[in-house]
Nanobody, 114 residues
Framework: QVQFVESGGGLVQPGGSLRLSCAAS????????MGWYRQAPGEQRGLVAS???????YYADSVKGRFTISRDNSKNTVYLQMSRLKPEDTAVYYC????????WGQGTQVTVSS
């Protein structure tokens, strides 16, 4: 089964940017839609953005206009470009299928704070 390794998180000031990467252990070309999720302390994990093989994207209202999801099937990698970050974006970020049928990775911590 495909496994995911997320990276690129860190501490950033409000208004800053980060680019997250999700490297898959196998091919993602057969996964119709890939998604990025996040989970803040005390909250449930939720879908932030998704992208289909055809490039159709979805964004949660809270990140629309600030985050951009992309995928490179040749590298089995999904990206999340995050800009104009806010403290409420602080969370652990994970990737999985847009229908999350795969095992969850360790995630990558994003902390937005001054």
């Amino acid at each position: 089964q495909v496994q995911f390794v997320e990276s690129g998180g860190g501490l950033v000031q409000p208004g800053g940017s980060l680019r997250l990467s999700c490297a898959a252990s196998g091919s993602i070309s057969g996964i119709y839609a890939m998604g990025w999720y996040r989970q803040a302390p005390g909250e449930q994990r939720g879908l932030v953005a998704s992208i289909s093989n055809g490039g159709v994207t979805y964004y949660a209202d809270s990140v629309k206009g600030r985050f951009t999801i992309s995928r490179d099937n040749s590298k089995n990698t999904v990206y999340l470009q995050m800009s104009r970050l806010k403290p409420e974006d602080t969370a652990v970020y994970y990737c999985n299928g847009a229908v999350p049928t795969y095992s969850w990775g360790q995630g990558t911590q994003v902390t937005v704070s001054s």
